[in-house]
């Protein structure tokens, strides 16, 4: 630790001494005068005394107390005199020396720094003759030379103050700058590895993130969340928004299937037990023992199955809207439309006259329509002629809606019922827009 101290010291105290030396050395001799000005050698030695009570860790009023201040102030003082006069007497008298700087560089060993005392005590005796010159430069010689050996005393004693409280200090200095940099390895270390968790949990997140699934959010740790950068947090709450959006909807339709499927169920249910009543039916009723009632087991009033059973239909059986078919699309149905056909045939002078036929009529009579009568057939075209022709020219909705079924049921049996209902198709086309 003293040679730490006393070589920081010296290093800094003697710098301006040798760069002083350099420059004379260097024939740049009043520069060299200029440097070693007492401003910039105490400047040195103040330099040198505060790092020393910097890597003591010490005030630099405990390093000063360890040393001669009081030698070290008269010394500046003699040089402040000794300098200004060397630089006045060198402007003087400089210009006659000519060529004497020659060898002034023999003084300083090669590798080391240059003795500024001998070069001024070198030049003093180069110009010796001349004693207003060469006095200035002897006595800044001496006075440097008292300088640098106050300085070495000063050295001296840092160095010889290992047991003193510099000593102590320092190793307090040390063992708490070691102190510190474990502190510090320790908060590096912490803070490394919070880095690390932060960016392992903003990774995780990112890849939650880049997944498909918007629910997946779900499986995040509060953890991971609580370490996500604030964009990252706004698109979790995004996915977070739509998730319960979608779970929403998958329940909703959840709900729906759930709804759809339990009425399909009862429907089908319904369908079942009106199919066995239907086939029930259809039985009893080919064997004339249906009942009160059944009509609205079939779907139809009680009155129209009595009018099919005695084929007694009316004109108000066939449309103008059906014809109602009792049990229409259950099982035994197929037997109730068969003989709901064979009324139609015949009672056929019961509606043919004045009937406004339902769109169904013809399609139940399409496949028996030459069982119709001849005059039946006969009336029905020449009604249905009559008919259009004065609803094309009345132009009444209803008429018109009576006449197109009318034309639509002769078609459906092949009967002629001549242009009119040509006409009336023509008039139904609406012109494009």
Aim: glycine share 10%; aromatic share 2%; proline share 5%.
């Amino acid at each position: 630790m003293e040679v730490k101290l006393g070589g920081t010291f010296l290093t800094c105290a003697m710098g301006p001494l040798h760069h002083a030396g350099a420059c004379i050395q260097g024939r740049m001799v009043p520069e060299g005068l200029r440097e070693l000005a007492p401003e910039g050698l105490l400047g040195g030695f103040q330099r040198g005394v505060d790092q020393a009570a910097k890597l003591a860790g010490v005030r630099r009023e405990d390093v000063e107390r360890l040393l001669p201040m009081q030698e070290v102030r008269e010394a500046i003082e003699r040089l402040g005199e000794s300098q200004s006069e060397a630089v006045v007497a060198w402007d003087v008298y400089a210009g006659r020396i000519g060529g004497l700087l020659e060898g002034v560089a023999e003084v300083t060993n090669h590798g080391q720094a240059p003795d500024v005392s001998q070069c001024l005590e070198r030049l003093a005796n180069k110009v010796r003759r001349d004693p207003p010159f060469a006095e200035p430069l002897q006595m800044l010689a001496e006075d440097i030379a008292h300088w640098q050996a106050t300085i070495g005393r000063c050295r001296k004693q840092l160095d010889e103050s290992g047991g003193g409280a510099l000593a102590k200090a320092y190793r307090r200095r040390q063992i708490r700058r070691i102190a510190t940099i474990a502190a510090s390895g320790l908060v590096i270390v912490a803070a490394l590895s919070v880095i690390v968790r932060v960016r392992t949990a903003r990774a995780r997140v990112d890849a939650v993130l880049a997944r498909p699934e918007v629910c997946a959010v779900r499986e995040l740790a509060q953890d991971d969340l609580g370490r996500a950068t604030g964009e990252q947090q706004q698109r979790v709450a995004a996915r977070a928004e739509e998730c319960a959006a979608v779970e929403a909807r998958e329940a909703r339709e959840r709900e729906a299937r759930e709804r759809a499927e339990e009425k399909a169920r009862e429907e089908q249910r319904l369908r079942a037990e009106r199919d066995e009543r239907c086939a029930a039916l259809a039985v009893r009723f080919k064997a004339g023992a249906f009942s009160q009632g059944d009509g609205a087991l079939a779907g139809v009033p009680d009155d129209l199955l009595r009018r099919i059973a005695g084929r007694r239909l009316t004109a108000a059986d066939v449309g103008p809207s059906g014809p109602a078919l009792p049990c229409d699309g259950a099982r035994g149905g197929d037997e109730l439309r068969a003989a709901f056909v064979d009324a139609l045939v015949a009672s056929a002078w019961a509606w043919v006259p004045s009937a406004d036929p339902g769109p169904r009529l013809g399609e139940l009579l399409a496949a028996r329509r030459a069982e119709l009568p001849p005059r039946a057939r006969t009336m029905l075209s020449v009604r249905t002629a009559q008919e259009t022709k004065r609803a094309i020219v009345s132009g009444d909705p209803a008429a018109l809606g009576r006449a197109s079924r009318l034309c639509a049921l002769t078609a459906a049996l092949e009967i002629a019922s001549g242009p009119a209902c040509g006409a009336l198709a023509r008039l139904s086309i609406k012109p494009s827009p």
